[in-house]
Every structure is written in structure tokens, then in C-alpha cells.
């Protein structure tokens, strides 16, 4: 695999080879990309974030919340560049095995805040994969296919630690090929604990990716952030560009193209921002499965 130069404004060169970052993901289903964005982009995207925050009416709640700012690549084009860092994407795309992938929704900016109320709570639930493995879109409950048809891409604007709520996973999980046991989500998760005894945290530094294949169970964990301080994430579900958006990414596009905000960037990052954020659903290949919109859960009738 060779190496990519000549890297956009912002951009870090991350520490290894390509190949090496790509081994690992197809051993583990989870690797870190160190340094994929510099510290001066990193103090601009925190900056342009907390201008965002202060706009919103009402205030977002300042303890035990997790939630999104929306429009990310309008108002930041260091989230533009950072969300199309072409080593990350060459890795992706050869995990997936094809050239022609896309974003199932926009980059989502995510502010998880310090816990007060929920410090040493265990909550119900929250464990899942994630799309297209999904309830109610995936055919099957359970997948047999070989294939892989999605990976996480998140960017880790803070640092990722167990004292700031790294997301929890189970390691090896993506190799069972199914939803998590309903038990995973009934009591809490305790790590260290059954059914809860192989959880771990991703840890990563300020200015890596975390790259994961779609199939991992894992778990937003506010309550396991008392640092005090909140942690910010750029989260992407990239999947082949055959499988349906998980949302409908029209008024996040018109958005963007309204804000003019693609006259700032260079031109390799437009293009293919364009092509992950904007372009239409290619057709369905044969000899795949069939993934569809999120369908109705049908009703359980007590007789």
C-alpha cells in the first residue's frame, strides 16, 4: 500500500505504515491511527465547537449528557479535512474491500459531558452495534456473510481515557456475527463482571482515529467520565456506498452547499467530501444482502 504526501493543512502523518494500521484492524477489528490531525487543527475544532454550543437555545445540559452539534463541516473545515484524512480513508476503503464507500450520516461533533448525577450509577442498556448491524435493518439476526460492510471512524478531539468515558467494548466481538445477548443490557454494565467480564475501553490520544469494524458491541458510557471536563469526538459510520443512509443526509447537504463552505478547501478534500457526504446510493450489487430501511418491529400478541 503506498504512502500518501502531500497532506492538507491541519493534517497529521500518522506514526506507521498503512499496511500496518490495516494488519491490525483485520486481526483485532480495531485499530488506533495515531496523529491524524495536528494540535493547532485540534485547538481550532474545540474553539469552533464551543462557538456553536454558546448558540443554542436551550442550553445543552452541562453534566450527564451526551449530544451532537450539528452541521460540522459548514462551520469547521478542519472537521472538512480531518474527516477525509487519505490515510484513514485508504485503510477503510481496503478493509471494505472497495474504492466506493460513503458516510450513512453527515460527521456527527459529539460533546459528552462530565457525570455529577450519574457517578458511580450503572446504567440499563446501551450496548448494540452499529450500522448497517442493526435491529430492524439488517436481514438476519444472526449474519453468516464473510464480508464486512461497515466500520466506525471516529476522531478523537480529547484524548480518550477510562476516567473520561473511552467508549466500552468487547474485544473479538465483531467475530460472533450477531446483535449483543439481551443480558448485556440488563443490570449494568460492571466490568469485570459477567456478562460484562471482557469489557475494556478504546484509550487513544488527542488527534487519533479510532477505527472499528461495525460488528463490535460497544457502549457510550457517560457515567464514567469524572474528569471533570467534557470529551469530544467527530463520529463517522462509513459503509460500501451500495447500503442505504441511516438517516437522510439531503438537508445536512443543503445545508452545506448553501453555507458555501467548500470554497475554503482544497481541492482533493472537497472531492471527495462531496463524494462521502452528498453523492447518491449506488445500486444494489448482486450476491449481498439486502439492506434495508429501518422496518417496524412487528407486535408480540399474548394469547
Known amino acids: 500500500m503506498d504512502e500518501i504526501n502531500d497532506l492538507a493543512e491541519g493534517l497529521g502523518e500518522p506514526d506507521r505504515a498503512p499496511g500496518d494500521y490495516l494488519d491490525e484492524l483485520r486481526t483485532n477489528g480495531f485499530v488506533v491511527v495515531d496523529n491524524v490531525l495536528t494540535s493547532d487543527a485540534l485547538e481550532r475544532i474545540r474553539e469552533a465547537t464551543y462557538r456553536e454550543i454558546e448558540k443554542q437555545d436551550p442550553a445543552p445540559a452541562e453534566f450527564d449528557d451526551r449530544f451532537g ?10 472537521v472538512c479535512r480531518a474527516v477525509t484524512h487519505p490515510v484513514v480513508l485508504r485503510i477503510i476503503r481496503e478493509y471494505l474491500s472497495t474504492e466506493d464507500i460513503h458516510f450513512c450520516h453527515q460527521p456527527a461533533m459529539t460533546i459528552l459531558r462530565p457525570t455529577k448525577e450519574l457517578l458511580g450509577t450503572f446504567p440499563d442498556s446501551g450496548w448494540h452495534a452499529d450500522y448497517p448491524y442493526h435491529p430492524d435493518v439488517y436481514p438476519e439476526d444472526r449474519w453468516q456473510d464473510e464480508n464486512i460492510y461497515g466500520v466506525q471512524y471516529n476522531i478523537c478531539i480529547d484524548e480518550f481515557r477510562t476516567d473520561n468515558a473511552a467508549t466500552q467494548y468487547v474485544p473479538g466481538s465483531h467475530l ?50 469524572e474528569s471533570g471536563e467534557d470529551r469530544l469526538a467527530i463520529l463517522n459510520a462509513v459503509c460500501p456506498r451500495w447500503v442505504r443512509p441511516m438517516v437522510d443526509k439531503t438537508n445536512g447537504s443543503t445545508v452545506y452547499f448553501e453555507s458555501n463552505a467548500e470554497s475554503g478547501l482544497d481541492d482533493l478534500t472537497r472531492v471527495e467530501l462531496n463524494h462521502l457526504c452528498h453523492s447518491d446510493t449506488a445500486p444494489h450489487p448482486d450476491g449481498v444482502p439486502t439492506i434495508l430501511e429501518k422496518q417496524p418491529m412487528p407486535r408480540r400478541i399474548k394469547i
Not at 452539534?69 to 478542519?78: C, F
Not at 469485570?192 to 490520544?205: I, K, L, R, S
Not at 487519533?208 to 457515567?223: F, G, N, P, Q
Open 69 to 78: 452539534m450539528p452541521h460540522s463541516i459548514t462551520w469547521s473545515p478542519d
Open 176 to 225: 460472533v456475527k450477531s446483535f449483543p445477548p439481551r443480558g448485556m443490557n440488563e443490570g449494568g454494565t460492571r466490568m469485570g463482571t459477567p456478562p460484562h467480564e471482557n469489557v475494556e475501553q478504546m484509550v487513544a490520544p488527542a488527534g487519533a482515529a479510532l477505527i472499528y469494524d461495525s460488528r463490535t458491541w460497544h457502549r457510550a458510557c457517560v457515567e464514567l467520565n
